[in-house]
């Protein structure tokens, strides 16, 4: 079949013009990054092909075999088309690419995933080659068969047999009709078809009353999208309705999921109501004025689980049962649970590293991008990783005001939540206001306030987490426990620097409330209350926690536990007096360990970063 085609290309009326424009917007076509890509990554594109190729008088088969052969070609080379990308919207001619990125209409040609443009440019020069030797190779064809026509009268009169004719049509097709190779050579045709110029002003006038009848689709679509890339996650929109009169859009059934649990949902609720304040959809921008969601749920089991959509930490490992059966959680759950809180920091900082961007050295920058870059080809592959630098003047997605009223969450059935966020979008670093985040529960037990501004490069950290029961937390660490009984109230009231690699400066103070300590070799001392002060400093993602054992005997001095601090201070001695050490380092060793309770709350970690 494919011979067959090839030789209709041969022996046809086809010019070299028509052959060498084929050949480049078969291989633009082809090259555009995979299926998804052309219907949402680069519908401009797509349609900026198709139309100069109706225009243009384009030899259609050889476009259609031209696409389908870079298409297979494109799958081998996508890691040289992302690498030849990244000097495009990296190097000299980034300017012209913002531009682009940032204009209306060819801000929907996906010109900012690095191997849109990279592939783009590689395509075209696959298609201008495949073009010259095509052209070469058609027209010394036709050149050898006008001489045999006109100087062989042996290859004249052979040729003119039916029974040539009859084999000749039934295994290459039906060549150049009554025209002579002479006729054909010398053929001039117009580079511009008629029709197709009618078929193009038609696309182009389906695709705006598309935007004009169907913006609700198109709006969900967007939205369903920006949120996916602010979430680092899948998430599914059941159904969604635009009231342009009135600027309302009424969302139904979202669903974010966790990226760090893909079998749970981060968020979700059955209805959400948005005021738009302004849709950019020429250049691929929603603004939304307040967004109101109810009954909304947090942590709920999802049917089919999600996947990711940005660069994040892989699924958590699934809790464990202890070995009772009934349940409770083992120090491996423990565990498990802070290397989730870990990726959820890791997450919270590279979002912090958008709004902090303008304010890091071009070498924190350029870090910072490859660290980004190479987790998104983990997670992603080639074909979606953006050039995010790139958009400039607004975000892609802002919403100005988030209310979600009655959220509960799995882990704490008895409580209700209300969240409260302003100026979240998927660019933070482009929006001037300051960002912020708040989550309180109805009962006074949990509250958390995170702040952000881009200007400053500062954020804050607020939160507290009260009345704990202290058993429950230390059924799961085995024997030896040094406390019991009671409850335990976490605050911390910090900040984070967004410079560089963001940075938390965290003082936490954990108060034990009615509760009793245990210092090997004596009785449980009952303790009312006390406040111990821990630090909390280092990059977001691996800070240190330091508390010192002076840190305790002074907590409980202040509680009015006398007694039992130098029972603490007698047996931190008595232990580096058995080891052999002498006084100065002994000092030294007290300075860095936290004692008892220093170590079961982590000891004096040093700076993981």
């Not at 443009?117 to 070469?136: D, H, R, Y």
């Not at 996650?233 to 635009?242: E, G, K, N, Q």
């Not at 821990?534 to 001095?557: C, E, F, H, K």
């Amino acid at each position: 079949m494919l011979i067959r085609k090839f030789a209709q290309i041969l022996r046809g009326t086809a010019t070299p013009f028509q052959l060498m424009a084929a050949c480049i917007i078969g291989a633009g076509i082809g090259f555009i990054p995979g299926l998804e890509a052309m219907a949402w990554q680069t519908p401009g594109l797509v349609v900026f092909w198709l139309s100069v190729l109706l225009i243009l008088n384009a030899n259609l088969a050889v476009a259609g075999l031209v696409a389908v052969g870079a298409k297979a070609i494109s799958f081998a080379l996508l890691p040289v088309s992302f690498a030849i990308g990244r000097v495009l919207l990296e190097g000299p001619t980034e300017g012209i690419f913002a531009a682009a990125v940032n204009a209306p209409v060819l801000a929907w040609f996906g010109l900012e995933y690095y191997a849109v443009a990279g592939g783009q440019l590689l395509g075209i020069l696959l298609g201008f080659t495949a073009g010259v030797v095509l052209v070469q190779s058609v027209t010394a064809f036709r050149k050898k068969m006008m001489d045999l026509g006109e100087n062989s009268d042996r290859f004249k009169k052979y040729s003119e047999k039916k029974s040539v004719k009859f084999m000749t049509w039934l295994l290459i097709g039906k060549g150049h009709g009554k025209k002579t190779y002479q006729e054909i050579l010398d053929a001039k045709a117009n580079p511009i078809r008629i029709i197709g110029v009618v078929f193009s002003l038609m696309l182009v006038g389906f695709v705006f009353l598309v935007a004009q009848f169907a913006s609700g689709p198109i709006v969900t679509a967007a939205l369903q999208r920006g949120l996916e890339q602010a979430n680092g996650a899948t998430v599914d929109l059941r159904a969604a309705s635009l009231d342009l009169s009135e600027n309302k859009l009424e969302l139904e059934g979202l669903a974010l999921a966790d990226a760090t649990e893909l079998s749970t949902d981060l968020f979700r609720t059955e209805r959400m109501t948005a005021d738009l304040a302004g849709m950019d959809l020429l250049r691929k921008r929603l603004t939304l004025d307040l967004v109101v969601a109810d009954d909304a749920s947090h942590g709920e089991q999802r049917g089919v689980p999600g996947v990711l959509i940005g660069p994040g930490p892989e699924p958590g490992p699934p809790a464990s049962e202890g070995e009772d059966g009934e349940g409770g959680k083992t120090i491996d759950d423990y565990l498990a649970e802070a290397e989730v809180w870990k990726e959820r920091l890791a997450q919270l900082r590279r979002w912090l590293e958008k709004i902090g961007g303008d304010g890091e050295t071009p070498e924190d920058q350029a870090e910072s991008r490859e660290e980004r870059i190479e987790l998104e080809i983990r997670d992603l592959g080639y074909a979606l990783v953006r050039a995010d630098h790139l958009v400039q003047g607004s975000p892609t997605l802002l919403i100005k005001r988030l209310e979600v009223r009655t959220l509960t969450a799995a882990q704490t059935p008895d409580e209700l939540f209300d969240i409260e966020g302003d100026n979240l979008s998927t660019h933070p670093a482009l929006v001037d206001e300051p960002v912020s985040l708040k989550l309180s529960s109805r009962s006074g037990r949990f509250s958390v306030d995170l702040g952000a501004n881009a200007a400053s490069g500062d954020a804050t950290a607020r939160l507290a987490l009260l009345g704990f029961d202290v058993d429950g937390f230390t059924s799961g660490l085995g024997s030896g426990s040094p406390l019991s009984g009671g409850t335990f109230d976490v605050r911390a009231d910090g900040s984070i620097s967004l410079a560089g690699r963001p940075r938390i400066a965290l003082p936490l103070e954990v108060t034990l409330n009615n509760s009793s300590v245990t210092i090997p070799g004596s009785d449980p001392q009952p303790v009312e209350s006390f406040t111990l002060p821990i630090g909390v400093n280092g990059p977001l993602d691996n800070p240190s926690l330091s508390i010192t054992d002076d840190a305790v005997r002074q907590a409980l001095i202040d509680a009015g536990r006398v007694e039992l601090a130098g029972q603490l201070g007698e047996e931190a001695t008595k232990l580096l007096d058995d080891a052999g050490i002498d006084t100065e380092a002994a000092e030294e060793i007290k300075d860095r360990v936290g004692g008892a309770l220093g170590n079961l709350l982590g000891g004096d970690k040093k700076d993981g970063g």
